[in-house]
């Protein structure tokens, strides 16, 4: 057989999830659970994850998952506490990640859940499985289902608490 005829397996997709020892739930394995959800998975794409002892360590570690792991897109998951420097220290963490994103012209998906979002612990957790499980669903549409984005656009969706809704046009 000729070099030429062999046929080259398409190399499959790499969704990395990289999340926080510091995070009161375990965001990234709620994530990778939507992931195993998703058609195609473990044929057409596989997950890589790694965690971090806390959200300022996101940026570098999605940033290696795209350069030396090769992955297509990242979500990087967190939980800055309730106090304000640690609403400054998110603010920063999140700039991080923006410059990872331009760095490597690759989406990273900054999933942060503050502390302070709900005093309930069980809104709390919930707050914190579904927007982990909506955005890992994002990053799977992003590279796979565009049109899933765009048919929602303009809805106020929400990840994490219910939707806001559209607004409605200006009566002419």
């Not at 596989?46 to 999605?62: I, M, N, R, Y």
Request: proline residues 6%.
């Amino acid at each position: 057989m000729a070099e030429n005829d062999k046929k080259k397996k398409p190399r499959k997709k790499r969704i990395g999830v990289v999340d926080t020892m510091f995070a009161r739930y375990n965001m990234g394995e709620a994530a990778l659970a939507e992931l195993r959800e998703c058609p195609g998975y473990g044929t057409t794409f596989v997950t890589l994850a790694q965690t971090v002892p806390g959200f300022k360590d996101l940026a570098v570690a999605a940033k290696n998952l795209i350069e030396k792991e090769g992955c297509d897109i990242v979500v990087a998951l967190g939980m800055p506490g309730s106090a304000p420097i640690d609403k400054q220290c998110a603010h920063e963490a999140a700039q991080g990640i923006m410059l990872a994103q331009l760095l490597t012209s690759t989406p990273i998906l900054e999933v942060f859940v503050h502390e302070d979002e709900a005093s309930d612990p069980v809104v709390l957790a919930s707050v914190f499985e579904q927007r982990s499980r909506k955005h890992a669903r994002n990053a799977y549409w992003m590279l796979f289902e565009p049109e899933q984005l765009r048919q929602r656009a303009g809805q106020g969706i929400r990840q994490g608490f219910g939707d806001a809704g559209p607004l409605a046009p200006p009566a002419s």
